[in-house]
């Protein structure tokens, strides 16, 4: 099993939508957890971090499960300029590297 | 204040030439990280450094790939006689010291064509 795992999609929804991606992690010491989108043919950039508790950012929410072993990101109201990839990223307790998911790629139709 | 510094932007080598890729991490973070990145696939981890230490070299090729980051100046990742296979986009990130809750922040990225 991978350690971090996301549905590449692509997910294809109207302006204005609400779309959710989840990504799982398999190593229960996972401790660090974040957000960020790639678009094409550009570096990563952070998005956010995801809070046990769970936290909000404008349109955007995230949140972790940890019994389940999965965090998840919430978009409201789809605008176009967030088609991108949305990559997870997991950390585990006491390492400095870090695990990227493969993606998930968002496309926001007119 | 400047973030991640990667150059060059591209970089094209013919077959056996060699390809030397820079990164200079932001004010303050100690700690970089180099991947890579082929064309419609994810990241790849390559390495960890901190300054003059490598620190997990797991996803490295064993052979023709090294980097180091010096006392003083930028991060290098080194390829020798390089091949087709070698084009794709290399990012180097950084992050500071003390504690994996910090997010790794990214550079351009260095973009090596191989003829």
């Known amino acids: 099993r991978k350690e971090v795992e996301q549905d590449p999609g692509p997910f294809n929804v109207p302006e204005g939508a609400t779309v959710a991606f989840n990504c799982t992690y398999s190593n229960s010491a996972s401790q660090s957890f974040f957000w960020y989108r790639q678009d094409c043919r550009k570096e990563p950039k952070l998005l956010m971090s995801v809070y046990s508790s769970g936290n909000e950012d404008g349109r955007f929410t995230a949140q972790l499960n940890r019994a389940s072993q999965y965090i998840s990101l919430l978009i409201r109201d789809s605008k176009l300029s967030d088609s991108a990839t949305y990559l997870c990223v997991v950390n585990r307790r006491g390492y400095q590297k870090v695990t990227f998911g493969t993606g998930t790629k968002l496309q926001v139709i007119p | 204040n400047a973030g991640v510094m990667q150059n060059p932007r591209h970089l094209v080598r013919r077959r056996g030439q060699e390809a030397r890729l820079r990164c200079s991490p932001m004010k303050g973070h100690s700690h970089v990280y180099w991947y890579r990145q082929l064309p419609e696939e994810g990241l790849k981890f390559m390495v960890y450094?901190?300054?003059?230490?490598?620190?997990?070299e797991s996803g490295m090729p064993k052979e023709r790939f090294s980097a180091e980051f010096p006392k003083e100046g930028p991060s290098i990742l080194r390829i020798q006689q390089v091949v087709r296979g070698d084009s794709a986009a290399y990012f180097c990130a950084s992050s500071p010291p003390g504690g994996n809750n910090q997010p790794q922040h990214f550079g351009d990225g260095t973009r090596l064509s191989i003829l």
């Open positions: 450094l901190q300054k003059e230490n490598i620190i997990d």
